[in-house]
């Protein structure tokens, strides 16, 4: 029976990097989660007391800002580790 052949070359192994894992900063869950719920209440404050003092002038802008916060705070998630 005939002889397989050896391999002539090393084995791939790749290099070892001494790279340490990414961590969030300590700043951002607290604040991804406030920009949540600051932008719930925002909205809903504004639904339940559409002529409170500081809501009522801005009408339905109120939406775009309580969303706002929404949306930052989603921005936010995609750079939590």
Known sequence: ????????????????????????????????????IIG???IAVYYVAPQAPVLGPLQNWNLLIGFSFIIFGVILSTRWR
């Open 1 to 36: 029976m005939p002889k397989s052949k050896t391999r002539k070359k090393a084995v791939y192994t790749p290099p070892k990097t001494a790279e340490q894992p990414k961590v969030s900063p300590r700043w951002l869950a607290p604040v991804m989660v406030a920009s949540w």
């Open 40 to 42: 719930i209440l925002w």
